[in-house]
């Protein structure tokens, strides 16, 4: 099996159906946030004090290392696939799943949410200026996309599993 990738906005559940894809898959589970806070400490510090270009430097190094991987179920970042090279090499490296999520349904997750830089203030305001700038990347970029309104993380998993098997 290739890898695969799943790529989505904040909050629409790529860490959490990744782990039920992994075990639906047997397959090892890695989280591209997760590797840069094991090496770097916690995202929301870096993104304060060094600035989000910074973080896309740790970003990029960290989906290169991924994609030297095999047989894994690939969590990415929100904004990874905004980078053309990390595209690239992530749809080199197996099979990118977009997981699509509704605008209303991002909105009542980020209540409650403050981990997440990018959504500091009016999250609402911003997630919805980050889904019209990656909408059209993540379909351009994925091979498949499931729309996971509704569906457990459980059954998305199943979902993908049967897409792409
Ligand atoms: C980001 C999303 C976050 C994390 C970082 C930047 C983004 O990951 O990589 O805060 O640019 O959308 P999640 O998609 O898991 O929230």
């Keep these: ?14 860490t959490t159906i990744s782990v039920e894809l992994g075990k639906l898959m047997g397959a090892e589970v890695v989280d591209t946030d997760a590797e840069i806070v094991k090496k770097y400490g916690c995202i929301s510090d870096i993104f304060e004090e060094y600035g989000e270009k910074h973080f896309r430097l740790l970003e990029k190094e960290v989906v290169k290392e991924v994609c ?33 999520v509704g605008f209303e349904t991002l909105v009542l997750r980020a209540r409650g949410d403050g981990t997440r830089p990018l959504l500091a203030g009016d999250a609402e305001k911003k ?39």
């Design 1 to 14: 099996m290739n890898n695969i990738i799943l790529a989505g906005m904040p909050l629409c559940g790529k």
């Design 68 to 100: 030297n991987l095999e047989n894994t179920v690939i969590s990415t970042g929100g904004g990874c696939l905004t980078d053309k090279e990390n595209a690239d090499e992530l749809k080199k490296s197996g099979v990118v799943v977009y997981l699509r």
């Design 127 to 165: 997630l919805k200026a980050l889904m019209n700038d990656r909408t059209p990347v993540y379909e351009r970029v994925a091979d498949f996309t499931i729309d996971c309104d509704g569906l457990s993380p459980e059954e998305t998993a199943k979902a993908i599993s049967e897409l792409i098997t």
